[in-house]
């Protein structure tokens, strides 16, 4: 078992099935020893998890769906890498959060995410992010995140 798998299931989570595009675009491309991972949504028991911070949903929604997004981050990029341990490093998220316009705490939502990457990369999962809010997403989703990976040659 690997360190990521063993450290996923220390914390009672699984990577999900890497999903399939939904529109015109590839889920990742690798150029010039970076991963370049297209925004991926969050999903909880194969649904997707939807709404608006600040509207209809609170901080703690939306903490669980920055992970859940980190997830199938993960995911693809193990599908696209063949291996988790070619990352070298996360070099940056960008996390896209529906919310209402009053509401402020998208870094407490993104942290979901960031988290996650630094409990299963340890200090090559810190990164660089960018939390913003937006009035809506792809499909009504709440959270999207998306990644830059440094990778180790094939």
């Keep these: 078992m690997s360190t990521i798998a063993a450290t996923l299931a220390e914390l009672g989570l699984k990577l ?3 999903a399939a595009p939904v529109a015109a675009y590839v889920p990742a491309v690798e150029a010039g020893g970076l991963l370049h991972v297209s925004g991926q949504l969050p999903f909880r028991d194969g649904q997707l998890m939807t709404g608006r911070l600040g509207e209809d949903r609170d901080v703690d929604y939306g903490y669980e769906a920055a992970q859940n997004c980190g997830l199938m981050l ?5 599908k696209a890498l063949g291996s988790l341990d070619r990352v070298e490093r996360i070099v940056k998220l960008g996390v896209f959060i529906s ?10 939502v993104a942290n979901g995410a ?5 409990k299963l990369f340890g200090d090559n999962g810190r990164h660089a992010r960018s939390a913003v809010g937006v009035p809506v997403l792809p499909l009504g989703a709440v959270v999207e995140v998306d990644a830059i990976v440094a990778v180790k040659p094939a």
Excluded: G, H, N
């Design 16 to 18: 999900p099935v890497a």
């Design 99 to 108: 919310s209402d316009a009053r509401f402020t705490d998208q870094p407490k």
């Design 114 to 118: 960031s988290e996650l990457m630094v």
């Design 74 to 78: 993960v995911a693809q990029i193990e």
